[in-house]
């Protein structure tokens, strides 16, 4: 057997000192080789004026697919939302307006991959419309250049539910809510279904929920002739929408 000699300790000691310090050298080299390129797809510009002029209402809706798709595989885009922020200053120029529920677990940026700037985004539980909703859509749209209106349901709507469930908001003092309810139940009373009418039926309740948004887009047709006449031109799209909250795909119900 061979005898380790001081001088054969001294040499690999020495190399693996080397070593070492290659490695150390090369690590922060790897490392802001890999922040320029998270950099680089970070995105800090928003939706101009000529970016949205340029888009047709077809165009828009499917760029807001291919957002949801984005959502659903867990893949959104980075955005720096500070220079983001400070260049939406200088105006806004979103593609859409959405009106949503106001149920916390439909957050509808992220559900169509969006940032500052992007869309409007109008909330009331049970996405129904009221004056003061639908002239913030003629807002949106006839002033700011909003190319699409989406009025987006969602499975398990408590609105809706309520609604299906007789809840009766009057005998507990909200009559505020009662009024609310009042406005969903023609959605209720105008499905045709065979089978359990309850919340109980899945089915039954979706498909009330996406009646009540459809219903909707119905409504804002006729409170608004602006919007009706700019969608007769082909310069609006109005359209209806479901999202599932458990895959997290929205259906559009003009596919």
Do not use: W
Not at 4 to 21: D, P, R
Not at 35 to 54: C, F
Not at 61 to 85: I, P, W, Y
Not at 138 to 165: N, P
């Amino acid at each position: 057997m061979k005898k380790i000699t001081l001088q054969s300790v001294g040499i690999l000691a020495s190399l693996f000192l080397a070593s070492c310090q290659e490695t150390k050298k090369t690590e922060p080299v790897e490392q802001e080789t890999q922040q320029e390129l998270i950099e680089e797809k970070v995105v800090e510009s928003i939706l101009t004026a000529e970016e949205q002029a340029d888009m047709t209402p077809q165009e828009i809706v499917g760029r807001l697919k291919k957002g949801n798709e984005n959502f659903m595989n867990n893949n959104l885009t980075q955005r720096d939302h500070s220079a983001q922020r400070r260049k939406a200053m200088i105006g806004q120029f979103p593609k859409a307006i959405v009106l949503s529920c106001v149920d916390s677990r439909v957050p509808v940026e992220d559900v169509f991959d969006l940032g500052i700037g992007d869309i409007f985004v109008a909330r009331v539980a049970g996405n129904i419309e009221n004056a003061d909703i639908v002239g913030s859509m003629e807002f949106a749209t006839a002033v700011a250049g909003s190319k699409v209106v989406i009025v987006m349901g969602h499975t398990a709507c408590g609105a809706v539910k309520s609604t299906i469930d007789q809840v009766d908001a009057k005998a507990l003092g909200m009559n505020s809510l009662a009024d609310l309810i009042d406005e969903i139940q023609p959605a209720v009373e105008e499905t045709e279904f065979e089978g359990e009418r309850t919340t109980k039926n899945i089915e039954f309740t979706d498909l009330v929920i996406n009646n009540n948004a459809m219903r909707t887009v119905m409504n804002i047709r006729q409170q608004s002739p602006t919007m009706a006449k700019m969608e007769d031109e082909g310069e609006l799209m109005i359209v209806s929408a479901l999202y599932n909250m458990e895959t997290g795909k929205v259906t559009f119900n003009n596919d």
